[in-house]
T-cell receptor
Framework: AQKVTQAQTEISVVEKEDVTLDCVYETRDTTYYLFWYKQPPSGELVFLIRRNSFDEQNEISGRYSWNFQKSTSSFNFTITASQVVDSAVYFCALSEGVNSGTYKYIFGTGTRLKVLA | GAVVSQHPSWVICKSGTSVKIECRSLDFQATTMFWYRQFPKQSLMLMATSNEGSKATYEQGVEKDKFLINHASLTLSTLTVTSAHPEDSSFYIC?????????????FGPGTRLTVT
């Protein structure tokens, strides 16, 4: 069955440290999409990245980088030189259902990141 | 582009009353909208999927008579919590999907915090 696992419930780091948030997924689809969202205390989901199953290139955007490895079904997210403003809950999500047409999102349980000054 | 709004942002209602939450796509037509529920420190749980002009499809365990969903136009979906009780207090988030376009991606509203007293 399709599933997204974020094993890290909560992570605390000191400002300027690098931190990696793990995401492991399960799917039987060959075509699927993976996402990362940030949810600050306000509650609004902030889109960070989208990656399709055919694009395994890693991506860097400023202090953020993502490592997608199909061989291990992982889509990990690294924040370099973390800042207090990075404190939030981060969700990994899988969008699948190309065959069924549902394209539902399956969210991981989220990782709460606390960056301490 | 792809902005989704929700109204109200927060609402407090008395037990036994009904409350309606609106979800609007502001700059695109949303053929499909999704409603999620999020309890404190938990992940998003999909409640239902609604397609414009047809009945919503509810996830297993979600009471369709309690959570009424109407998707009467391509830009508006409403969720009505009927006979609300304190256990219905939660953060409700809607999302919308465009067709044609990025059929695999959802655009999220800012959420509505419901408190039932």
């Amino acid at each position: 069955a399709q599933k997204v696992t974020q094993a890290q419930t909560e992570i605390s780091v000191v400002e300027k440290e690098d931190v990696t948030l793990d995401c492991v997924y399960e799917t039987r689809d060959t075509t699927y999409y993976l996402f990362w969202y940030k949810q600050p205390p306000s509650g609004e989901l902030v889109f960070l990245i989208r990656r399709n199953s055919f694009d395994e290139q890693n991506e860097i955007s400023g202090r953020y980088s993502w490592n997608f490895q199909k061989s291990t079904s992982s889509f990990n997210f690294t924040i370099t030189a973390s800042q207090v403003v990075d404190s939030a809950v981060y969700f990994c999500a899988l969008s699948e259902g190309v065959n069924s047409g549902t394209y539902k999102y399956i969210f991981g349980t989220g990782t709460r990141l606390k960056v301490l000054a | 582009g792809a902005v989704v709004s929700q109204h109200p942002s927060w609402v407090i209602c008395k037990s036994g009353t009904s409350v309606k939450i609106e979800c609007r796509s502001l700059d695109f037509q949303a053929t499909t909208m999704f409603w999620y529920r999020q309890f404190p420190k938990q992940s998003l749980m999909l409640m239902a999927t609604s397609n414009e002009g047809s009945k919503a499809t509810y996830e297993q365990g979600v009471e369709k008579d309690k959570f009424l969903i109407n998707h009467a136009s391509l830009t508006l979906s409403t969720l009505t919590v009927t006979s609300a009780h304190p256990e219905d207090s939660s953060f409700y988030i809607c999302s919308a999907r465009t067709l044609p376009g990025n059929y695999y991606e959802q655009y999220f509203g800012p959420g509505t915090r419901l408190t039932v007293t």
